[in-house]
């Protein structure tokens, strides 16, 4: 199947250290998630829609997916089903 590239807003909490951490994610359809565990975060390229930048590994609802911040666009985005 393929994929697109699904900008989203995204609710995090920042620390005195200026880390992030992704509480929360907005799909493009209004929908909310919470984050409900970071599992890993790397700087890494979608190999999928294209686009790079701090990858977040994170689960969500029991399954594990990918949040990207892209620092050249300073937004959000993520794999989305076409």
Avoid at 28 to 50: H, L, P, Q
Wanted: proline share 1%; glycine share 8%; net charge positive.
């Amino acid at each position: 199947m393929a994929k697109r590239k699904v900008y989203v807003k995204v609710l995090i909490m920042q620390d005195e250290n200026g880390e992030i951490q992704p509480l929360q994610i907005v799909w493009d359809d209004g929908k909310s998630y919470e984050v409900d565990k970071v599992i890993y975060k790397c700087r890494a390229s979608s190999t999928k829609v294209g686009g790079t930048g701090i990858r977040y590994t994170v689960r969500i609802s029991g399954k594990e997916t990918f949040l990207y911040f892209s620092e050249d666009e300073n937004r959000w985005f993520m794999e989305g089903k076409c």
